[in-house]
T-cell receptor, first 114, second 116 residues
């Protein structure tokens, strides 16, 4: 199988603070992971592509200084939401690529900024 | 960039009937088209996918068809059951110049309701 975990599953933070979300591939190595954001009752939107050992590639309109991505190992990528604001409240989902056409989603992290 | 349109946004069918969800994509370079089922608050689950070198793929009650010329692909669910009720998303991969890794562009989703 292919299992991807995320931690935490949900987090509440105060406006202006930073939050780190971890995405781990548990039983395979992933040189590439993707970060998506999903607002309530909306679709998933690709935020960035995380590449092990190199800088992330951000989609147009996504602030790289606000959403810091680090892919330090073949099984771990982290997304840090810096200086979070209420409009950053969302469901953040990662996926890890196992093969060219295989990617597996994590369970998601629900972020609420108060 | 890639744009994926999905219709309908809501689909209600009687249990046992068939359901069809349609998507179109804009980037002719896309070559991978997965379909996901997502239940409330859960991760998307891959239910079927198709690559651009085939026109149709079937897995029990679920089938996907692809028309590369028209840039259309569709999900067909036969003999629908109450547990099929969920939100379904189509997606297309985003090809990058230089052969970079492919993220997915998703359609807006279809809320499928199976009426008992």
């Amino acid at each position: 199988g292919a299992v991807v975990s995320q931690h935490p599953s949900w987090v509440i933070c105060k406006s202006g603070t930073s939050v780190k979300i971890e995405c781990r591939s548990l039983d395979f190595q992933a040189t590439t992971m993707f970060w998506y954001r999903q607002f309530p009752k909306q679709s998933l939107m690709l935020m960035a592509t995380s590449n092990e050992g190199s800088k992330a590639t951000y989609e147009q309109g996504v602030e790289k200084d606000k959403f810091l991505i680090n892919h330090a190992s073949l099984t771990l990528s982290t997304l840090t939401v810096t200086s979070a604001h209420p409009e950053d409240s969302s469901f953040y989902i990662c996926s890890a690529r196992k093969a060219v056409y295989e990617q597996y989603f994590g369970p998601g992290t629900r972020l609420t900024v108060t | 960039g890639e744009n994926v349109e999905q219709h309908p946004s809501t689909l209600s069918v009687q249990e046992g009937d068939s359901a069809v969800i349609k998507c179109t994509y804009s980037d002719s370079a896309s070559n991978y088209f997965p379909w996901y089922k997502q239940e409330l608050g859960k991760r998307p689950q891959l239910i079927i996918d198709i690559r651009s070198n085939v026109g149709e793929k079937k897995d029990q009650r679920i089938a996907v068809t692809l028309n590369k010329t028209a840039k259309h692909f569709s999900l067909h669910i036969t003999e629908t059951q109450p547990e099929d009720s969920a939100v379904y998303f189509c997606a297309a991969n985003r090809r990058r110049s230089g052969g970079g890794a492919d993220g997915l562009t998703f359609g807006k989703g279809t809320h499928l309701i199976i009426q008992p």
